[in-house]
């Protein structure tokens, strides 16, 4: 054909391949003829180019994804936060002039409190040093007096601590620990009649564990158990009829609390 270039127009500028007839007198049978021609070598050299353009599309190199990266999680810093969930004990009261106590008892409530510290790390290790406070309504009840007709409580009112922790990094995001130091607690006694209150602070050790996952920037949520121990006598009441002073013990408290901290 008259004008179709040599490989159809120096590869597929198939634009200027076909040049079309302006001019034709379609009563003419060559010249209907002729334009057919052209239709037809247009939609040839469409469909060839189309054929080479993409194959040698397939031929370039393919550039790979560039990979997505997050920055690794650093735990070092100082938070706060706040806390809250369960704490379970033990009681017993004991009459100090007879040595007589009816046996222990038990006891369960609620905490929520506040918490701040500090946190360093070293690869996946992390040091770090806590301190806490909680309102608690830790209380249990017994039976008591000479007929057994009094109720004689012992309940804690508030618990803090201050720990050290040590743990690792099993994600970059979530960090498990192991802690332990000191615990101390406001611990009440009485009994409903005839008797005053008893009320004192003590000290003592405690230990536990617990898990922190970071869940976004510088927001992260932990799970927590801790196991305390009051040994001695905690506090100790009067019964007013008797002047008898009755010693109350406190004895095996646990707790499991889940908390939110902000770290800056």
């Known amino acids: 054909m008259r004008k179709l270039h040599a ?36 939609v040839a050299a469409f469909v060839v180019c189309g054929s080479l353009q993409s194959a040698a599309a397939a031929d370039l190199p393919v550039k790979a994804p560039t990979a997505v990266t997050s920055a690794s999680t650093s735990w070092t810093g100082w938070y706060i936060g706040i806390t809250g969930g369960g704490d379970w004990g033990q009681f017993a009261q004991t ?18 409190g506040g918490t701040a510290g500090y946190n360093w790390q070293s690869g996946i290790f992390v040091y770090g040093l806590e301190t806490d406070l909680s309102w608690t ?4 009840t017994q039976t008591c ?6 109720i004689c409580t012992t309940d804690m009112r508030a618990i803090g ?6 743990g690792a ?35 003592t050790w405690t230990v536990g564990g617990g ?6 920037p510088r927001w992260s949520l932990k799970v927590e ?4 121990d009051f040994p001695g006598t905690a506090t100790t009441y009067t019964v007013t009829a008797t002047s008898t002073p009755v010693a109350s013990t406190e004895k095996n408290v646990q707790i499991l609390r889940a908390g939110l901290n902000w770290h800056f």
């Open 7 to 42: 490989f159809l127009g120096e590869r597929c500028d198939w634009v200027t391949v076909i040049d079309w007839p302006v001019r034709y007198h379609f009563t003419d049978n060559f010249a209907w003829g002729s334009a057919m021609k052209n239709v037809l070598a247009a």
């Open 95 to 112: 009459n100090t002039i007879t040595n007589v106590s009816l046996g222990t008892f038990n006891q369960k409530g609620g905490l929520v």
């Open 137 to 140: 309504n830790l209380s249990g």
């Open 145 to 150: 007096g000479p007929t057994r007709t009094n």
């Open 161 to 166: 601590t201050l720990r050290g922790r040590i």
């Open 169 to 203: 990094t099993v994600l970059p995001n979530v960090l498990a620990y192991v802690t332990g130091g000191l615990a101390y607690a406001d611990i009440h006694a009485t009994r409903d009649t005839g008797a005053t209150d008893g009320e004192n602070w003590r000290a």
């Open 211 to 216: 898990a922190e996952m970071m869940i976004v």
């Open 225 to 228: 158990y801790l196991y305390a």
